[in-house]
């Protein structure tokens, strides 16, 4: 019996590989991965960090060597977080981080591009991510100046960009104004976390920066300058403000469980999107995988592909340093 006209044959695209590599729609490629890499101050030796396979607290030492052992297998963006080992309230000192920051450049030069974290988080006592006003306020401006005096450091040693992850209002502003006095603006690239959600999914992270927060129970999480997952409109609101005061690149973060706002407010704001696998997410897969429930390669090339076909240009994953060998040919 002849089939009708109109029954669409959708399966005659999906017989071989062949076809099914001629029709991709969404490619993955490893040169728009970001490793994340943790530097710890006064850390005996390397260090794994529980449940993110393949992830160190590394020494200033090791660093060198995990960056070499990256190069060589063709990962050379970095995202870098600083752990300092004395907790201060405020006044803090960012030494310890811009050291790190000369010796990657003194070492690799060019043949590595640099991100830096700026947050206050891994430097407070309290683990909140700015100045404690008062038992229970996060200060806004005056953390906002001591961003911008980071942001300025890592700049001057060399950092090719800053990521300022904590949320406050008007660092992309302060940062940008800083960065312009000193004549570092043109060079240095802001990643603003624009859109970061106050998730649960950041806690094998906080165990690798020392930076879970202690407050009491008004400031037992970071709801009050991260995102409520409920309210899509606030991130909306504020990757516009970022990108009016001059973010380069703006970020949803969480990845999966935020897809849908990646997708509008990349189709909105047409700057470069990024878009943070995070620690929480990495994790879930990898100990799935090691529970032989899936294959984690593929989940792992299967999450970023959804990342990618919600707008992401940039992936921070990791992941990242097994990308070459995950993606398929
Ligand atoms: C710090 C910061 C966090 C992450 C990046 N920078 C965590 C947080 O807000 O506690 C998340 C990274 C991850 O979970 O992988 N402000």
């Known amino acids: 019996m002849a089939r009708p006209r109109n029954l669409m044959t959708l399966r005659k695209l999906r017989q071989n590989p062949f076809v099914r590599e001629l029709t991709q729609e969404i490619q993955l490629s490893a040169n728009q991965f970001i490793q994340p890499l943790f530097v710890v101050e006064g850390l005996g030796s390397k260090a794994p960090v529980p449940a993110l396979t393949g992830v160190f607290?590394?020494?200033?030492?090791?660093?060198?060597?995990?960056?070499?052992?990256?190069?060589?297998?063709?990962?050379?963006?970095?995202?870098?977080?600083?752990?300092?080992?004395?907790?201060?309230?405020?006044?803090?000192?960012?030494?310890?981080?811009?050291?790190?920051?000369?010796?990657?450049?003194?070492?690799?030069?060019?043949?590595?591009?640099?991100?830096?974290?700026?947050?206050?988080?891994?430097?407070?006592?309290?683990?909140?991510c700015g100045i404690l006003e008062n038992p229970h306020t996060v200060q806004n401006d005056s953390t906002v100046a001591e961003l911008a005096r980071a942001a300025l450091h890592y700049a001057e040693a060399g950092a090719d960009c800053v990521a300022p992850s904590d949320m406050m209002d008007g660092r992309i502003a302060a940062i940008r104004d800083t960065?312009?006095?000193?004549?570092?603006?043109?060079?240095?690239?802001?990643?603003?976390?624009?859109?970061?959600?106050?998730?649960?999914?950041?806690?094998?992270?906080?165990?690798?920066?020392?930076?879970?927060?202690?407050?009491?129970?008004?400031?037992?999480?970071?709801?009050?300058?991260?995102?409520?997952?409920?309210?899509?409109?606030?991130?909306?609101?504020?990757?516009?403000?970022?990108?009016?005061?001059?973010?380069?690149?703006?970020?949803?973060?969480?990845?999966?469980?935020?897809?849908?706002?990646?997708?509008?407010?990349?189709?909105k704001i047409r700057l470069p999107w990024a878009v943070y696998e995070v620690s929480g997410e990495y994790a879930a897969i990898e100990l799935l995988a090691a529970q032989n429930l899936m294959d984690g390669p593929k989940a792992h090339v299967e999450a970023w592909t959804a990342m990618k076909r919600a707008g992401a240009s940039i992936i921070i994953s990791y992941g990242a340093r097994h990308a070459p060998k995950w993606i398929p040919k």
């Open 179 to 267: 960065l312009s006095e000193q004549g570092l603006l043109e060079k240095t690239i802001i990643m603003s976390y624009s859109a970061k959600f106050s998730s649960r999914f950041y806690g094998p992270f906080r165990e690798a920066a020392d930076s879970a927060p202690k407050g009491d129970v008004q400031l037992k999480d970071r709801a009050t300058y991260q995102i409520d997952p409920s309210r899509p409109t606030d991130a909306y609101l504020s990757s516009l403000r970022d990108a009016k005061e001059g973010a380069d690149i703006l970020m949803v973060k969480p990845a999966m469980p935020y897809l849908d706002v990646l997708k509008t407010l990349s189709t």
């Open 57 to 128: 607290r590394e020494t200033s030492e090791s660093l060198l060597k995990q960056v070499e052992a990256d190069l060589e297998k063709g990962i050379r963006k970095f995202l870098l977080f600083g752990v300092p080992q004395s907790k201060k309230t405020k006044g803090f000192d960012f030494t310890f981080t811009t050291e790190q920051i000369k010796a990657l450049k003194k070492n690799f030069g060019s043949d590595i591009w640099l991100a830096v974290d700026v947050c206050l988080c891994s430097y407070t006592d309290h683990g909140h």
